[in-house]
């Protein structure tokens, strides 16, 4: 079975704050991932892909670690609008592409 | 605007009574997904279609029926829902590259909640 795995959360953090989230997945044949924002009760969106040089966007860095099959997901002086349940997601190619997302990890940032 | 669409957004039926929730994509993408998310169980793949007549098996497909009969649509099929199946569904497209890749944006539809009692 393919899963991928997350910290269980949740995480009550201060405004401003950095955060980091950690994510470990088990085909070592995956591919590409993504970390994905979800809004209560509303749709997952892309909030990064995550490739093996590490990538940054603005307060949010993600990085990828193949030797160890984790992903991370850092975010740099947190705002309250980032209070959502962050999900990390990997996808493989076995005649035909699987994604399977984690549990996800709510964050909530306090003022 | 590219978007996908479901139908219909909240449903409240009764066990054994047959639906469908539709699926629409405007963006001539090629894959399309379904997921169901359930508290402590986060989403989890029915199905998803490669192209158009190309379906396979997710994690959790018992119960769930599709088809691709035509590049835009994902129909998600019940034949005979039972209350386990309560859920918030999605519906998910993305592109594939020509390299064979899955592409890095998979837009999600906005859900459908369902009831079955």
């Known amino acids: 079975r393919k899963e991928v795995e997350q910290d269980p959360g949740p995480f009550n953090v201060p405004e401003g704050a950095t955060v980091a989230f950690n994510c470990t997945y088990s085909?070592?044949?995956?591919?590409?991932f993504f970390w994905y924002r979800q809004d209560c009760r509303k749709e997952p969106k892309l909030l990064m892909s995550?490739?093996?040089s590490g990538n940054e966007d603005g307060r949010f860095t993600a990085q990828l670690n193949r030797a160890s099959q984790y992903i991370s997901l850092l975010i740099r002086d947190s705002k309250l609008s980032d209070s959502a349940t962050y999900l990390c997601?990997?996808?493989?190619?076995?005649?035909?592409?699987?994604?399977?997302f984690g549990k996800g990890t709510k964050l909530s940032v306090i003022p | 605007e590219a978007q996908v669409t479901q139908n219909p957004r909240y449903l409240i039926t009764v066990t054994g009574k047959k639906l469908t929730v539709t699926c629409s994509q405007n963006?001539?993408?090629?894959?399309m997904s379904w997921y169901r998310q359930d508290p402590g169980l986060g989403l989890r793949q029915i199905y998803y279609?490669?192209?158009?007549?190309?379906?396979d098996k997710g994690d959790v497909p018992e119960g769930y029926k599709v088809s691709r009969k035509e590049k835009r649509n994902f129909p998600l099929i019940l034949e005979s829902p039972s209350p386990n199946q309560t859920s918030l569904y999605f519906c998910?497209?993305?592109?594939?590259?020509?390299?064979?890749?899955?592409?890095?944006?998979?837009?999600f539809g906005p859900g459908t909640r369902l009831t079955v009692l």
């Open positions: 998910a497209s993305s592109s594939t590259r020509t390299s064979g890749r899955l592409a890095d944006t998979q837009y």
């Open positions: 085909n070592s044949a995956s591919q590409s």
């Open positions: 995550v490739y093996s």
């Open positions: 997601a990997a996808s493989w190619r076995a005649g035909s592409y699987q994604l399977t």
């Open positions: 963006m001539n993408h090629e894959y």
């Open positions: 279609s490669m192209n158009v007549e190309v379906t």
